[in-house]
C-alpha cells in the first residue's frame, strides 16, 4: 500500500473544499509564466518565484540579507575548506512524511551533475553530497569555495521529496510537487495562474502568515497597471517606468523601487567587426551620455553605472569607471583611424526600442552608421548565444551578494557563458575568477574582484548603462513582503491587512 498516495489524495481532498476569499489570498500579477515546478530544471524568472514558495533550502536568507538556518540547523566548516557537515532540523514535506538528508543530497546533487540542470553554476567546485544518517548532510569539494553556503540559499538548491520524484515519475513531480517550502500547490493552470495554500506541514511554526495565494499571469503592463490601481490584485510584479509616478500616487498603492543587483549595459560582440577593435567600443563609450539614457529611460529612478559588476554587490568598486562621455573625442578616435563611417548593427527586442532609439543617435553623431535589426526575444537569445549578432542592449541580475556568479555568467570567458556571450577575454581576469572563489580572506577577495572590474571596465568587455532598482507596485493592505534581489518573494513572513 502507498501511504504517500493516500495522505497526498486525502490532503487534496481537504483543500478542494475549502474556499478562499480574496481576503485570505495575496493575488500576485507577473508578466512573467510559471512553466515548470522542478527547481533543477529551469532557471526561467516567473519560475524561479514559484520555487521560492514551494521549496524550503538548507540556509535562508535573513530581513537584514545575512545566512541564516534554514532546514540546517548547524553547519561546520572543516579547516581546509573542503567538508561541510550540517545537521538537518525535524522537518517535514507536505504529505507529512520526514525530510531526511537523503532527500537534500538527492536534490542538490541533481543541481550540481544532472545533464538537465539549468544552472549548476554555483555548485561547479561540489565533489558530492552524501548523507551520512537521516539528520546529517555532509558536503565535499573539490577545492576551496567562499561563496558556496551563499549558493545554498538560491533558486535552484530547494529541497525535493526523492521518494516522492521517484514514485511518481519526474513529469508528475513537476507538475504538482511534494512541497517542503511555506506553500504547497492547489491548482496550477499554466498560462493562467499558479494557486497556492499553506504547506501545514512546514518546519517554520505560524508561518506562512498569509494562507494562500495567487501568481497571475498577466503579460500586458497596462493592464496589470489598471488591476493594482483598481484593487483587483495587492501585487504588480513589474511596472514600466513612464507608469511608476501614476500607479505610485494611487490612494492605497506604492512603487519602493527596492534594491536589486540589475545593472542594465551594451553588449558588444568581441569576436565581430568592428567591436573586436578595442578603439571602436571605447569611441562607442565615449559617444553615449549614459546619465542622460538614465534619465531619459527610467525618468531619473535608475542610478548610472560604473562598473561591469552590480553596486549592490559585495567588494563592488565605485572607483573604477568606462570612458566619460566626450563625443569629440569619440570622433577624433574614429578620424584617426579611418574608422567614420564604420557600419553597425544593433539587435534589440521590442522592450528595447526606447534605448535603442537613443544609442543609434548618439553613435550616429559620432560618425558611426548604425542600423537597427529587430527580432522577437526567442531569436534574440538564439543569435545571441551562436554569437550571431554585432551589437545589442540588456540586462542581468546576481542570485547572491557574493559577485562569483556574476563575474562567471558576465567577464569569464571560460566559465559557461562565454562573458554574456559576448566572447570577451582575458587570460588575467579568467585566473583572477579562479583565485576569487577559492580565496577566503574578505580582504583578498576585495583586491581580487578590484581587479577584475579594473581589467573588465577598461577593455570595455561590456559598456555599464545603469543599475535599476525593482518596481514592483505593493497594495498598501500587504505589509512585510518584498522582492530580494535573488528574485526570491518574502511570502512566508508577510501579512495582510485592512489596509
Excluded at 266 to 284: G, I, S
Excluded at 323 to 345: H, K, N, S
Excluded at 398 to 408: F, G, I, S, Y
Aim: with cysteine; hydrophobic share 40%.
Amino acid at each position: 500500500m502507498n501511504t504517500r498516495k493516500i495522505i497526498s489524495a486525502a490532503m487534496a481532498l481537504m483543500l478542494s473544499g475549502t474556499a478562499l476569499s480574496a481576503q485570505d489570498a495575496i493575488r500576485i500579477a507577473s508578466p512573467n509564466k510559471v512553466t515548470v515546478l522542478d527547481p533543477i530544471i529551469s532557471a526561467a524568472a516567473g519560475n524561479i518565484e514559484a520555487y521560492g514558495q514551494l521549496y524550503t533550502r538548507l540556509l535562508r536568507k535573513g530581513a537584514d540579507g545575512t545566512l541564516q538556518p534554514g532546514l540546517a540547523e548547524n553547519w561546520e566548516i572543516s579547516e581546509d575548506g573542503l567538508t561541510y557537515t550540517f545537521e538537518l532540523r525535524d522537518a517535514k514535506f507536505s504529505d507529512g512524511t520526514d525530510i531526511t538528508a537523503e532527500d537534500a543530497a538527492f536534490s542538490l546533487n541533481s543541481v550540481s551533475k544532472d545533464e538537465n540542470s539549468a544552472y549548476p553554476a554555483g555548485f561547479a567546485p561540489v565533489k558530492e553530497f552524501v548523507a551520512l544518517d537521516e539528520d546529517t548532510l555532509q558536503l565535499t569539494l573539490e577545492h576551496p569555495s567562499a561563496p558556496m553556503l551563499s549558493n545554498l540559499e538560491i533558486f535552484n538548491a530547494g529541497i525535493v521529496s526523492k521518494d516522492d520524484v521517484e514514485a511518481r515519475g519526474e513529469e508528475a513531480f513537476t507538475a504538482n510537487p511534494v512541497a517542503s517550502g511555506p506553500y504547497m500547490v492547489k491548482e496550477w493552470k499554466p498560462n493562467d495562474r499558479l494557486s497556492l495554500v499553506a504547506n501545514p506541514n512546514y518546519w517554520r511554526e505560524g508561518l506562512p502568515k498569509i494562507k494562500a495565494a495567487e501568481l497571475i499571469e498577466v503579460s500586458d503592463d497596462n493592464a496589470r497597471a489598471t488591476m493594482i490601481m483598481a484593487g483587483e490584485i495587492d501585487v504588480n510584479r513589474y511596472v514600466p517606468w513612464a507608469q511608476v509616478d501614476e500607479v505610485d500616487s494611487t490612494d492605497g498603492v506604492s512603487v519602493p523601487l527596492e534594491p536589486s543587483t540589475v545593472l542594465y549595459l551594451v553588449l558588444p560582440n568581441h569576436n565581430k567587426a568592428p567591436f573586436d577593435n578595442l578603439t571602436v567600443r571605447k569611441a562607442a563609450a565615449m559617444a553615449l551620455n549614459r546619465e542622460a539614457i538614465t534619465k531619459a529611460v527610467t525618468l531619473g529612478k535608475a542610478k548610472v553605472a560604473n562598473s561591469t559588476l552590480s553596486n549592490a554587490l559585495n567588494y563592488y568598486d565605485p572607483n573604477v569607471q568606462p570612458p566619460a562621455y566626450d563625443p569629440a573625442a569619440a570622433r577624433q578616435l574614429l578620424e584617426d583611424e579611418g574608422l567614420v563611417g564604420t557600419e553597425i548593427t544593433m539587435m534589440i527586442t521590442p522592450s528595447a526600442e526606447q534605448i535603442a532609439t537613443l544609442l543609434k543617435a548618439q553613435w550616429d553623431a559620432v560618425g558611426f552608421k548604425t542600423t537597427v535589426e529587430r527580432v522577437d526575444a526567442g531569436l534574440w537569445w538564439s543569435k545571441l548565444a551562436e554569437g550571431d549578432y554585432q551589437v545589442t542592449t540588456s540586462w542581468y541580475y546576481n542570485e547572491t551578494e557574493d559577485p562569483d556568479l556574476a563575474v562567471r555568467w558576465a567577464l569569464c570567458d571560460t566559465c559557461g557563458s562565454k562573458s554574456y556571450y559576448t566572447n570577451y577575454h582575458n587570460e588575467e581576469l579568467n585566473k583572477l575568477t579562479d583565485l576569487a572563489l577559492r580565496e577566503r580572506d574578505e580582504a583578498k577577495r576585495a583586491e581580487l574582484y578590484s581587479k577584475i572590474q579594473q581589467i573588465s571596465v577598461s577593455e570595455l568587455s561590456q559598456i555599464p548603462l545603469y543599475y535599476s532598482p525593482f518596481t514592483n507596485a505593493y497594495s498598501n493592505r500587504v505589509k512585510g513582503l518584498t522582492l530580494t534581489p535573488a528574485l526570491q518573494w518574502t511570502l512566508e513572513e508577510a501579512e495582510l491587512t485592512d489596509g
